[in-house]
């Protein structure tokens, strides 16, 4: 069976019990009256979608949201059994929950891994009690600790903790005390993500600016001491934000930056097959009425060029450690590749790119300024030579200038 007949599925679950205050993702706390609504939409989307899908098969399903968990085994279990009705889910397929620890159950988790669900993402983002209360979650460590023994019991392997680092008053002690007691804790999978005040949240609204938010340079030390550590501990960084042991990477997220078809559905879900990409209104409200009357629901529709694509190749695969390659590169762009070598050996003169086996991808140092080198290197590979680029330069300039390089440091921890 190709790659190409393959396709993830999202669904996203926008329910939670309640909003935590860093939170601007498609979310709806106290409206658990609306569920039943959503689960018909989904099911009737499903059973619409599904039939349309010949010859592509589905390897990976992700519930994402929201709280899943919090949505209940029952009805993550009646979607699984409608996407395997159809004989198009693959019984190798990783089948991804996403859970907060206050709501894991024994009986959910054992009803879960009975349907086929066989990896857990859970949001622990922090090991200070204290720290959790102040960005709004409704857990402590000790819950953490606890949901994780109850996946194990129920026979789950593949478990991912969910961590955030740059949280406001937190201290690089603090992070290595998470990250040590994440480690303990034996998961297969760690995402280490960077606060980010999204503006109209309640840690926007207080903690912009304050001097108690830890600086650029805190967050890059944060993040350097993450990937050292993980890395002495078997954790394979894979993506920007993302390490695991060997095997475990997340295969459906996989799909996200190796440009892979995935097909969502629910309020905000995103689609991309081919060429073509389109996500879901946000209006949980409007995604509901829409399904049921059967009227557009489609909030953003574009169709890419082959350019796009090519450039997203770019965007995404340096995101990744397995970076870009010559002979890839030349496939999808269908042009030469010296252009952006020879940035890409400017990066590494700096420190901040690497070569192996004709792969080239970012160093830890070249991912926390990947926003600004990607953008290089998308002005460059339009340019006929990249030494005579005015606004190449200036940046280069206001890097050298503004931003300091981030240096590998000694462990914390040992």
Same mark, same amino acid.
């Given at each position: 069976m ?9 669904? !996203?679950? #926008?329910?939670? /019990?309640s909003?935590?205050a860093?939170?601007d993702?498609?979310? %709806?706390? $106290?409206?658990?009256?609306?569920m039943?609504?959503?689960q018909?939409a ?22 994402g949201?929201?709280?899943p ?7 993550l279990?009646?979607?699984?059994r ?7 889910? %693959? *019984?190798?397929?990783?089948i991804?929950?996403?859970?907060? #620890? ?6 959910? %988790? ?10 857990l993402?859970?949001?622990a ?5 204290e720290?959790?209360?102040?960005i709004g979650?409704?857990h402590?460590?000790h ?9 194990? /019991?129920a $026979?789950?392997?593949?478990i ?5 680092y740059?949280?406001p ?6 992070? /290595? ?7 303990? @804790? *034996? ?8 606060l ?18 830890p600086?650029?340079d ?17 954790f394979?960084?894979y993506?920007?934000?993302n390490?695991?042991?060997? $095997?475990?990477?997340?295969? !459906? ?16 879900a995103h ?11 946000r209006?949980?409200r ?6 049921? /009357? ?16 090519a ?11 397995w970076?870009?390659s010559?002979?890839?590169?030349? =496939? ?5 590749f010296?252009?952006? =070598?020879? &940035? ?6 700096? $420190?901040? &790119?690497?070569?192996?086996d004709g792969r ?7 991912f ?6 990607i953008?290089i290197?998308l002005?460059?590979?339009?340019r ?14 206001? @890097? ?13 921890l040992?």
């Open positions: 190709s790659e190409d007949k393959r396709i993830g599925v999202y669904i !996203h679950i #926008p329910f939670c /019990a909003k935590c860093y939170c993702f498609c979310s %709806l706390p $106290g409206k658990e009256k609306l039943p609504h959503y018909d989904i099911l009737i989307q499903l059973q619409e979608t599904l039939p349309q899908m010949k010859d592509t098969f589905i390897d990976s399903v992700y519930f949201g929201g709280t968990s919090y949505y209940g085994s029952k009805r279990v009646e979607i699984l409608e996407l395997k009705v159809t004989n198009r889910l %693959l *019984k190798d397929s990783e991804t929950v996403e859970c907060n #620890p206050d709501s894991v159950r024994r009986r959910d %988790l054992a009803e879960l891994k009975k349907e086929g669900v066989n990896r993402s859970i949001g983002q922090c090991a200070d009690d720290l959790l209360r102040l979650r409704r402590n460590w819950q953490v600790e606890l949901a994780v023994r109850r996946a194990r /019991a $026979g789950f392997k593949n991912s903790l969910d961590l955030i740059g949280l008053s937190q201290t690089r002690e603090d992070w /290595a005390d998470t990250l040590t007691k994440a480690l303990a @804790l *034996k998961p297969a999978h760690i995402s280490c993500y960077g980010r005040l999204e503006e109209g949240t309640p840690l926007y609204e207080e903690y912009l600016d304050s001097p108690i938010l600086t650029e805190d967050q890059a030390d944060m993040y350097l001491y993450a990937v050292d550590l993980l890395e002495r501990h078997g394979r960084q993506e920007i934000s390490f695991s042991r060997p $095997g475990y990477e997340s295969r !459906h997220n996989l799909k996200y930056w190796r440009l892979l078809d995935y097909i969502g559905f629910g309020a905000s689609s991309n097959i081919g060429l073509m990409r389109y996500s879901y209104t209006n949980v409007e995604y509901i009425s829409g399904v049921f /009357a059967e009227q557009n629901i489609i909030d953003e529709k574009e169709q890419l060029t082959d350019f796009d694509r450039s997203e190749y770019l965007m995404l695969g340096m995101r990744t450690t970076g870009i010559r002979e890839e590169y030349m =496939e999808v762009y269908q042009s030469p010296d252009r952006l =070598e020879e &940035t890409l050996r400017v990066f590494r003169d700096n $420190g901040w &790119t690497q070569e192996k080239w991808s970012f160093t830890p140092g070249g926390l300024l990947s926003n600004v080198l953008g290197l002005e460059s590979q339009t006929e030579k990249f030494n005579a680029n005015p606004w190449i330069r200036e940046a280069f300039e206001a @890097l050298g200038k503004k931003v300091p390089l981030p240096v590998a440091q000694e462990p914390y040992n």
